[in-house]
């Protein structure tokens, strides 16, 4: 049905950049939220940033000035691009997205993940 697929992720140098991509397919009618979450080995999942379709953006307090979301609604993908990124940011992260799947003659409401794409920042 509706499928989630992160790309972006890899190695990086403390300090360095990288940017995720999260693209959204399948009977989708549309989208309330995108959003990004992360989750480091011992560590629970966690908001990174999140941005719903009136443009209202969330972002946690430890990613404030350095990480960025967009969103492109035409083509129900959304970024994520970190800057300054520190051995602190090295998680899985995942995409998360809450939709309304589209049917004949009514949408429901839906909730899906990404399989997730690592993000490793290491010197």
């Known amino acids: 049905q509706v499928q989630l697929v992160e790309s972006g992720g890899g190695l990086v140098q403390p300090g360095g950049s990288l940017r995720l991509s999260c693209v959204a397919s399948?009977?989708?009618?549309?989208?309330?939220?995108m959003g990004w979450y992360r989750q480091a080995p011992g560590r629970q999942r966690e908001l990174v940033a999140d941005?719903?379709?009136?443009?209202?953006?969330n972002y946690a307090d430890s990613v404030k000035g350095r990480f960025t979301i967009s969103r492109d609604a035409a083509k129900n993908t959304v970024y994520l691009q970190m800057m300054s990124l520190k051995p602190e940011d090295a998680a899985i992260y995942y995409c998360?997205?809450?939709?309304?799947?589209?049917?004949?003659?009514?949408?429901?409401?839906?909730?899906?993940w990404g399989q997730g794409t690592q993000v490793t920042v290491s010197s």
């Open positions: 399948g009977p989708i009618s549309g989208i309330n939220v």
């Open positions: 998360n997205v809450d939709l309304n799947l589209r049917s004949f003659l009514t949408t429901r409401r839906a909730n899906y």
């Open positions: 941005i719903s379709s009136g443009g209202s953006i």
